[in-house]
């Protein structure tokens, strides 16, 4: 079955402590991105990925880091989570021109 | 840079009955996509239908047709026989050319009422 599988689904983090989430996907899309959710914002760009080793900038990267070491992971590193940063955070991949696909999303809490 | 405008932050509509969302977008791109996506109680992201810009003819998707004016940068999407599955947050996307990056709107929550 085609998807992208995000982890975990839950976390409740302090102040400062590094975290990561991960994000796979099997489809051999060579377009990955991450987004943040929050109410009245809709979904913005935190980094997107066009290829392995290829990673830029989306709308709110403050904070945040990314790798794409191979095609099939993405994951988002927090090395200092602040409470601002407390999100719904989703996951996607796409190939070319075709819609993108979200992971079950990821609801961060930091304390 | 384009940005993706939705002006109905919650809209209600009763069960049975057809509803429509708004949906505007700024770009000076000539070759694009544009998506709306459904978003249920459950979080999961769902796409509901896609159209390309170098398309006339609006895509429809069984209940889901959408109202495409590229002159006037405008892509709504009406929902008709509305079912209490219907309920959800739903998302106008933009994407500009065949590799580019989505871009969304803030959303638009839907009530469907019994």
């Known amino acids: 079955e085609a998807q992208v599988t995000q982890n975990p689904r839950y976390l409740i983090t302090v102040t400062g402590k590094k975290l990561t989430v991960t994000c796979s996907q099997n489809m051999n899309h060579e377009y990955m991105s991450w987004y943040r959710q929050d109410p009245g914002l809709g979904l913005r760009q935190i980094y997107y990925?066009?290829?392995?080793?290829?990673?830029d900038k989306g709308d709110v990267p403050e904070g945040y880091k990314v790798s794409r070491k191979e095609k099939r992971n993405f994951p988002l590193i927090l090395e200092s989570p602040s409470p601002n940063q407390t999100s719904l955070y989703f996951c996607?991949?796409?190939?070319?021109?075709?819609?993108?696909?979200f992971g079950q999303g990821t609801r961060l809490t930091v304390v | 840079a384009q940005t993706v405008t939705q002006s109905q932050p919650e809209m209600s509509v009763q069960e049975a009955e057809t509803v429509t969302l708004s949906c505007t977008y700024d770009t000076s791109e000539s070759n694009y996509y544009l998506f709306w996506y459904k978003q249920p109680p459950s979080r999961q992201m769902i796409l509901v239908i896609r159209?390309?810009?170098?398309?006339?003819q609006n895509a429809t998707e069984n209940r889901f047709s959408v109202n495409f004016q590229k002159a006037a940068k405008s892509f709504s999407l009406k929902i008709s026989d509305s079912q209490l599955g219907d309920t959800a947050m739903y998302f106008c996307?933009?994407?500009?050319?065949?590799?580019?990056?989505?871009?969304f709107g803030k959303g638009t929550k839907l009530s469907v009422k019994p």
């Open positions: 996307a933009f994407m500009r050319g065949s590799q580019g990056n989505l871009i």
């Open positions: 990925s066009m290829n392995v080793e290829v990673t």
């Open positions: 996607a991949s796409k190939s070319g021109r075709l819609e993108a696909f």
């Open positions: 159209q390309e810009a170098y398309k006339q």
